[in-house]
């Protein structure tokens, strides 16, 4: 496997994507149902799609350029840097008329775009419109109930799923292999494993994104059943800094993070954690399911062919909660209608199974349970698809509030003044703690 | 300012309508710029202070809440750190960068064969976009795999420091990035200052053999005061506003060591989508500034009148 | 004489230093640019050298530097012209020609004002303006933000620079027949071209880094400036190093030579103005 990716970079990458094409086209089985596929999209106005630069972009731009040739609709992509999507977006919306047909929104930016009510909902663009069960439901994220201000299996439908991204635990098959040691579902194990193969500056046991902590703190605070907030049977909301359990989630995700870490552990970004691992300096680590692809690349990485990847761990292996980071694909209320339904096509399009395939091997981050059960045994692909496949029963979604900014300021800050011991785990605890109680008492939640 | 002497001219109708006319004319596409481009968004900002904002049914909905956004502040845990790390920052970048500007600027006045390319590399580190530079130091910095490190590894430094990941370094080592940043556009003005200055001047006092030091002292500092205290002043309003870099070298890190007040302000705006706080927070710090400026000028005309 | 020599030699190898240490970060950014990511990750000194990178940004799906390269161009020059003409017309008018003190402490308070104002809260107003005029994704809607951010730095820069022209100079001007516009013209401009040089230079500097509007008010790389392309390298969850790298070394050129150029465009035309008075 390793010889294979040996010389395999991402220029091939889209070599392989128009060799695909090609033989989509020629391949009797698949160039019917991409013909069919062509049939069914009618031809549509052009259409501009608001999309950042990621890892994952090369798999989606890839896929635009495959659906301009069966389709011969134009597509124009605004190309924008992560941290600028916020403020496009929102400008977008707030025009005359929008400049985008089609937005992505990262699920951080879902509780603000679907309850501001500057989204037009699906089935307003196409009342025929039904979500194919074999997307993953991410918790709901197309869905916003608006009765209780969250997503929920009865809101209303107001975007698609179109990159699946979640946690992983990635390791060090090779390492594991010689050591003898199985992939951990569990803290305990995680820890233990950090101490057998940690040999600091060589090789580190084990690393945490300290820039910033939430995300990933998430799995954390989740799988110890201390939900930032969460909505009770009782219809109150319960802070779970307010619960032991969330002491002991901080004092685990401290441990973690630093007992094992380089000594630079309070700077470590996502790029750092990426960079410690596929330089070969890291044993294993927790972090995102869409950085997998960067491990085959020989541009980036000297483990490709060594790595595994399986289910975030968890406080116990039932309890494992690793968190989606998705993103979903809108269509602006300030749009007439025949603009959206064009940028709508292209969504229905890029979602089948099919195309996910493609997606997929593209270097874009499926959203359909059937196509990572399809990839699972993908030579190339398989040893993260399956990861993804494993973790699906496991999702737990971001915490999904308009208020969620507030919360995650207060959760960054004390937790980064925590991890340097600006200040202890427990004033963190409380401090977060009382500051949540309060964004929520402010917001006009009933608090248990 | 007292008025030109113009009683002796020949055709002083025509003169004082010509003069008229220019002093007006002069000023009108600088007003029609501030007036068409500031005025609106500026009000709006002040509505926007007092108010809370939020999108109801795809419209942005206004509540007037007057003073309440002083709860904000009294309830917001970063501010207070922020204006703190800024004024710390600022008050080490200004001075350094204004010593070691015009050090420079004075060295590279006196020099002839080499002074273009002194003056051509002075101004490469402005040319590139912050967020280059704080990626670039980001990696010089890097105890995994950066520069720094590498090199005093290869010393034979046991414990090398930690920079950006290190709280007690954190803040310096930001400091020491906006210094190779930013002494240039001291230096660019200061440079400009030095070489309007007659060279009569200078030869005068050579002439009165007066040493290196004691002509700067004498001569070239008092004529440049006041272009070196606007250059610092222009300095300090933008080191207050000092984002993208530190955003990318260290976001605020570790724990709380390098937030600085536009930011956080950022933060409030963008992420947080609190407009009615976010134009409150900006209005204060434009205020805090004005207070302090008009100090500032007051201070600097006392020292001009010393010097001078 | 020969003690003169030395202390140059002296002041040349101090200054020679202080080269080195500007330029090594930049050195550091051309060594980045060559490398691939895995070597940038290994940090190691040896390595063997690519030029993928600079393909990467002149013709990969994501960048075409040429054309950001070319906008940043124009932007950067046309709002340094404007800002130039504006602020050294106003700075003029303020400082020397008698206006009362309110008219002067007031434009200069506003002046600071909005230069202390968070950038960000223009963002939006500016947005819908250049979608309301039909200029929004051009050159022409970033000129106008540039125009504005800068105007401050242009007229307070100016106005200290005519404050040093001694009065006595225009006043000879215009006795001997000259109106004011030709004194400024003819007299003043030329005693503070050094000034203007550095400030035309800094307004060209400020707009070429200018990020947040070049971002907000274009879509494609028909109105997008370098600074955003270069952005596009920090992703979601890693860097793009070496292309940034590229990216940024590349776009430094054409204005390292174009600043030079004006620059000693604008201080020659001092001494002839000064041979001329």
């Known amino acids: 496997m390793n010889k294979k990716l040996g010389n395999f970079s991402r220029r091939d990458f889209l070599k392989a994507m128009g060799a695909l094409s090609a033989s989509l086209a020629a391949n009797p089985l698949l160039g019917n149902s991409v013909r069919t596929l062509a049939q069914d999209v009618m031809s549509q106005p052009p259409i501009t799609i608001l999309i950042n630069d990621s890892p994952w972009f090369p798999g989606f731009a890839a896929m635009v350029e495959l659906y301009t040739e069966i389709t011969g609709n134009q597509i124009n992509l605004d190309v924008t840097p992560f941290p600028g999507m916020l403020d496009k977006t929102r400008n977008a919306v707030q025009a005359g008329e929008s400049e985008y047909d089609a937005v992505a929104i990262t699920e951080q930016n879902i509780p603000f775009f679907y309850n501001s009510g500057l989204l037009k909902p699906i089935l307003e663009i196409d009342p025929e419109f039904t979500l194919d069960e074999n997307i993953i439901s991410y918790g709901d994220a197309a869905r916003w109930d608006w009765d209780l201000g969250v997503n929920g299996p009865m809101g209303e439908l107001l975007g698609v799923p179109i990159n699946g991204n979640i946690q992983l635990y990635y390791y060090r098959r090779d390492l594991f292999d010689d050591a003898g040691i199985e992939p951990p579902k569990t803290f305990d194990e995680m820890e233990a494993i950090a101490e057998q193969l940690g040999n600091p500056p060589r090789m580190f046991g084990n690393a945490n994104r300290a820039n910033p902590i939430w995300w990933e703190f998430g799995a954390y605070i989740d799988s110890y059943d201390a939900e930032y907030v969460r909505l009770e049977d009782d219809g109150s909301w319960s802070v779970g800094f307010e619960r032991p359990e969330g002491l002991e989630a901080v004092q685990r995700w401290l441990n973690l993070g630093r007992a094992w870490a380089p000594q630079n552990y309070a700077d470590l970004g996502q790029g750092d954690l990426l960079a410690l691992m596929a330089s070969g300096r890291l044993a294993q680590v927790h972090m995102v399911g869409a950085a997998a692809p960067n491990y085959d690349n020989p541009e980036i990485s000297i483990v490709g062919g060594n790595m595994g990847a399986t289910v975030v761990p968890g406080v116990t292996a039932e309890a494992r909660s690793p968190r989606t980071g998705m993103w979903v694909m809108c269509h602006p209320a300030n749009l007439p209608d025949e603009r959206a339904a064009a940028g709508l096509e292209f969504v229905k399009w890029l979602t089948t199974k099919d195309n996910q395939l493609a997606y997929a091997k593209a270097g874009a981050i499926p959203v359909r349970q059937d196509t990572y059960e399809e990839l699972a045994t993908d030579e190339v692909v398989g040893w993260w698809t399956s990861a993804f496949a494993e973790s699906t029963p496991f999702l737990h979604p971001e915490t999904r509030l308009p208020e969620t900014p507030l919360i995650r300021d207060s959760v960054t800050t004390r937790m980064a003044q925590a991890y340097v011991d600006e200040i202890s785990a427990e004033e963190a605890v409380s401090l977060m703690a009382s500051e949540i109680r309060t964004v929520m008492e402010d917001a006009g939640y009933s608090v248990s | ?308 | 004489m020969n003690q003169k020599t030395v202390s140059k030699a002296l002041l040349n190898a101090a200054l020679l230093v202080v080269v080195f240490i500007i330029l090594f970060p930049v050195f550091y950014i051309v060594q980045t640019s060559l490398k691939s990511t895995a070597d940038i990750y290994s940090g190691t000194f040896f390595f063997e050298a690519k030029t993928r990178n600079y393909e990467e940004i002149f013709t990969g799906s994501r960048s075409n530097f040429a054309e950001l390269t070319r906008n940043s161009l124009v932007v950067s020059s046309a709002v340094a012209v404007i800002c130039g003409v504006i602020g050294s017309l106003a700075a003029y008018s303020i400082s020397r020609l008698n206006w009362s003190r309110w008219v002067t402490g007031g434009i200069l308070v506003w002046l600071l004002f909005i230069n202390m104002m968070p950038p960000i809260v223009f963002v939006t107003p500016y947005y819908l303006w250049a979608r309301g005029a039909g200029i929004y994704d051009t050159p022409l809607a970033v000129i106008m933000a540039h125009m504005v951010l800068n105007m401050p730095l242009a007229v307070i820069m100016m106005m200290n620079f005519f404050a040093e022209v001694p009065k006595e100079l225009e006043e000879a001007a215009v006795i001997d027949g000259c109106t004011l516009w030709q004194a400024f013209r003819m007299v003043i401009i030329p005693i503070v071209r050094p000034g203007l040089a550095a400030m035309a230079v800094l307004v060209f500097v400020f707009s070429w880094k200018e990020f947040l509007f070049a971002l907000s008010l274009t879509t494609t790389s028909a109105g997008r400036t370098i600074p955003v392309g270069i952005a596009n390298f920090v992703q979601e969850f890693n860097i793009r190093y070496g292309e940034m790298a590229a990216g940024s070394f590349v776009a430094m050129i054409p204005a390292l030579i174009l600043v030079l150029l004006a620059q000693r465009h604008i201080i020659k035309g001092l001494t002839v103005g000064a041979i001329k008075g």
Not at chain 2, 194 to 216: K, Q, W
Request: neutral net charge.
């Open chain 2, 1 to 308: 300012m007292t008025q030109l002497s113009l009683s002796d001219s020949r055709d002083l109708r025509t003169m004082l309508f010509g003069q008229g006319s220019f002093k007006y004319w002069a000023l009108v596409p600088l007003l029609v710029v501030l007036t068409v481009f500031t005025v609106l968004p500026i009000i709006q900002l002040l509505q926007m202070s007092v108010s809370e904002l939020e999108f109801v049914e795809g419209e942005l909905v206004s509540e007037f809440i007057g003073l309440r956004q002083l709860d904000n502040l009294a309830k917001d845990p970063i501010v207070g750190i922020a204006l703190k790390n800024t004024l710390v920052f600022v008050v080490a970048v200004v001075i350094i960068e204004t010593v070691a500007g015009f050090t420079l600027a004075v060295a590279i006045s006196r020099t002839k064969t080499l002074s273009i390319l002194y003056r051509s590399v002075v101004i490469i580190p402005l040319l590139i976009p912050p967020v280059a530079i704080g990626t670039t130091w980001s990696l010089i910095y890097d105890f995994n795999y950066g520069l720094i490190t590498t090199i005093l590894i290869e010393l034979g430094v046991q414990n090398p420091p930690l920079w950006t990941a290190d709280p007690d370094l954190a803040l310096i080592s930001v400091i020491i990035v906006d210094v190779w940043h930013w002494t240039s556009f001291l230096f660019l003005i200061m440079l400009a200052g030095i070489e309007s200055i007659p060279p009569s001047l200078l030869e005068a006092a050579r002439v009165d053999g007066a040493n290196e030091f004691r002509m700067i002292r004498h001569v070239i500092l008092p004529i440049m005061a006041p272009t070196i205290l606007v250059a610092m002043l222009l300095r300090t309003i933008l080191a207050f506003k000092v984002f993208d870099q530190i955003f990318v070298l260290t976001s605020g890190g570790p724990g709380t060591a390098t937030q600085v007040i536009s930011m956080h302000i950022y933060k409030v705006f963008s992420e947080q989508f609190r407009l009615g706080y976010a134009a409150f927070l900006s209005l204060l710090v434009a205020a805090f500034m004005t207070i302090f400026v008009v100090f500032y000028l007051w201070a600097s005309r006392v020292v001009r009148r010393r010097l001078g």
